[in-house]
């Protein structure tokens, strides 16, 4: 059974930066592709990045130049580094496999707030 644990997420001030990681079991990692996905609340859940076995990245436009996804495929681990973030990057965010197939994980809450 694969089980996706995010981590990270926190209260931060306008302008400042976070790292979410994601921690993947019961799968073989390093095969899948995996995404960065974000659900504000009375939203749809949605795409933000995803990363290839390879390494190719894509990012939704909203987040393009802000945040950097990358994976440690020895640590079963994906990551989101977010910078200069926005009252509007406000949401839980979660990981999955791209396209998203996995059981949903708990999510890690991003508040930004001055």
């Known amino acids: 059974q694969v089980q996706l644990v995010e981590s990270g997420g926190a209260l931060v001030q306008p302008g400042e930066s976070l790292r979410l990681s994601c921690v993947i079991s019961?799968?073989?990692?390093?095969?899948?592709?995996m995404g960065w996905y974000r659900q504000e609340a009375g939203k749809e859940r949605e795409f933000v990045a995803r990363?290839?076995?390879?390494?190719?990245?894509k990012y939704a436009d909203s987040v393009k130049g802000r945040f950097t996804i990358s994976r440690d495929n020895a640590k079963n681990t994906v990551y989101l580094q977010m910078n200069s973030l926005k009252a509007e990057d406000a949401a839980v965010y979660y990981c999955?496999?791209?396209?998203?197939?996995?059981?949903w994980g708990q999510g890690t809450q991003v508040t930004v707030s001055s």
């Open positions: 019961g799968t073989i990692f390093s095969l899948n592709a």
């Open positions: 999955n496999d791209w396209p998203a197939r996995f059981s």
């Open positions: 990363i290839t076995s390879t390494g190719t990245t």
